[in-house]
């Protein structure tokens, strides 16, 4: 390779560091204003936001770099290695996109969406979907013409989906979600049907916060969380956020009256975690470094909540640690009755305290209502009535308010359209890579049960969160199982699994 390249590859680098941590600056904000930030506060961190963001994207489209993208090769050649060509090629996707958007569009979705989420807030308090409609239509305006200056040749929920799951559109996910819905409907209804409902008695009482906090701390800490490269708070909606691999913030919510909500959102939520503090070593302020998908991100979380914490080991070895916190419920109470009490199949109107069978059809209710909005089918003032209907013919159950329908989701507020697949492709991957494990170490869930879930990390780390994002989502997921996506090993792990529970033939 000759020194101009080398220097120019360089000079890029420097670049993209500088707008990585500046998006980490943009990180800390939105976790603070979730987490911590005073209510009247929203305006100005609106506008801090929105100023944010149009510095980072003219920075994104400078001059310096689209001049260094066009000395650099747009193939994989020059002797450049696979992480070199990694930034590169992500580098030159970002100056490409960002070019397309006029900066004032930038400015615009970025404040409207720091002002949606406090109009979301209040009006799910209030319970009125109403109050929250016009910022919502805004929105998806917005995103409609975002789309078509960023991927004009594409439709634009189909571009919105791009942003979260790159390189896949309605016509991939359309097929996967109508198998899953003519599979899980049946399945559901066998399980309501069923004359053995799992005992569940012992789930319900009274918590006390503290209590609830350090057995989440601990069992995340058991699972490999560094909390001296991270800390879990307190949010409406819990998620996963911050600015670096050494600084991830988790965070939970907790109900006095039920403990299993907020110790397996705190699991789940350190899935994400472990992925972000496992990246790559090298290049962690570097594109290469950074998680592939939401989908493949989502694997993680759920992999860790379902697979291992709703399994049989994980279910044996905690319960002592459940009766020591939890005395009063937990006395008489087995492994076995505890495995099923929190694998308890139940409809119900809150997709964050959904089962795992139940689960996918909140996610498919969500994106057959994003499709019509963006295809002009659905009006988002007829959402609330469409959402319940839905809700209605997939699960048997029906909100009798906003609040608990169409309103209990923060993405819309944040502009997140094209999000919500990604949950339950996740589902689908993290079923395929906990299949993987299974072949490739046969002891792990004695290792699981013997309270050693290093194994489990150890692996998950090495197969996927210090991948990056030098392979696609096809190929990573390939290397690990050997097969493409397959919504059917989903459907065989929870036939198999829920069968059983329910003694179903």
Same mark, same amino acid.
């Given at each position: ?43 100005? !961190? ?89 910022? @919502? ?14 991927? *004009?040749?594409?439709?634009? #929920? ?6 979260? =799951? !790159?390189?896949?559109?309605?016509? /991939? ?64 909606? +819990? ?9 991830? !913030? ?36 570097? +594109? ?46 087995? *492994? =076995? ?18 089962? =795992? ?7 498919? @209710?969500?994106?057959?209502?994003? !499709? ?56 689908? #991957? ?43 989502? *096809? ?16 459907? /065989? ?13």
């Amino acid at each position: 390779m000759n020194e101009g390249l080398r220097e120019d590859y360089f000079s890029l680098v420097h670049l993209l560091e500088e707008n990585n941590r500046l998006g980490g600056i943009m990180g800390i904000l939105h976790w603070d204003q979730e987490v911590i930030m005073p209510a009247g506060a929203s305006e100005s !961190r609106a506008q801090q936001i929105g100023a944010l963001a149009g510095v980072l994207h003219e920075k994104t489209i400078h001059s310096e770099m689209g001049k260094l993208l066009d000395r650099l090769p747009h193939a994989d050649e020059n002797g450049f290695t696979a992480f070199e060509w990694c930034n590169i090629r992500e580098a030159r996707r970002d100056f490409d996109m960002a070019t397309r958007i006029p900066k004032a569009l930038v400015t615009e979705l970025a404040e409207l969406s720091s002002r949606a989420h406090q109009v979301w807030v209040k009006a799910r308090a209030e319970n009125k979907f109403s109050n929250f409609a016009p910022v @919502l239509k805004r929105l998806l305006d917005l995103k409609i013409k975002w789309a078509g200056h960023v991927f *004009p040749d594409m439709q634009a #929920y189909d571009a919105n989906i791009d942003i979260y =799951e !790159r390189g896949t559109t309605q016509k /991939d996910i359309n097929p996967v979600f109508d198998k899953l819905k003519a599979q899980l409907i049946p399945l559901i209804k066998s399980i309501q049907e069923s004359g053995y409902q799992p005992d569940t008695g012992f789930l319900s009482g009274q918590f006390p916060i503290e209590k609830q906090e350090a057995l989440g701390r601990k069992i995340s800490e058991e699972m490999g969380f560094q909390f001296d490269k991270g800390r879990m708070d307190v949010s409406v909606h +819990p998620f996963c956020g911050g600015s670096h691999p050494t600084d991830v !913030r988790i965070t939970t919510r907790y109900r006095t009256d039920n403990f299993i909500e907020s110790l397996y959102a705190v699991i789940h939520e350190t899935g994400h975690g472990l992925y972000e503090q496992g990246r790559m070593q090298n290049g962690r302020d570097l +594109p290469v470094s950074e998680a592939l998908t939401m989908a493949i991100h989502e694997s993680q979380s759920l992999f860790w909540e379902r697979m291992i914490a709703q399994g049989r080991p994980f279910c044996t070895r905690y319960l002592p640690l459940l009766a020591e916190t939890f005395p009063q419920n937990f006395k008489d109470v087995t *492994p =076995e009755r505890f495995y099923e009490g929190v694998n308890v199949c139940q409809p119900s109107l809150i997709r964050v305290e959904a089962d =795992e069978v139940t689960y996918p059809m909140h996610v498919i @209710l969500r994106y057959e209502l994003e !499709r019509g909005l963006f295809d002009g089918s659905v009006q988002v003032e007829d959402l609330p009535e469409i959402w319940n209907a839905k809700m209605k013919e997939y699960l048997g159950v029906e909100p009798l308010t906003d609040t608990l329908g169409v309103l209990q989701d923060t993405h819309w507020s944040g502009g997140a359209f094209g999000y919500f697949p990604s949950y339950t492709l996740g589902a689908i #991957y993290a079923s395929q890579f906990y299949r993987a494990l299974i072949q490739a170490k046969p002891g792990v869930e004695k290792q699981v049960e013997a309270g050693n879930l290093a194994p489990v990390r150890d692996w998950l780390g090495i197969q996927i969160h210090q991948q990056g994002r030098l392979l696609s989502v *096809p190929a990573l997921v390939k290397q690990v199982t050997g097969e493409n996506l397959n919504p059917e090993s989903f459907l /065989d792990y929870l036939k198999n699994k829920y069968r059983q529970i329910y003694r179903l033939n």
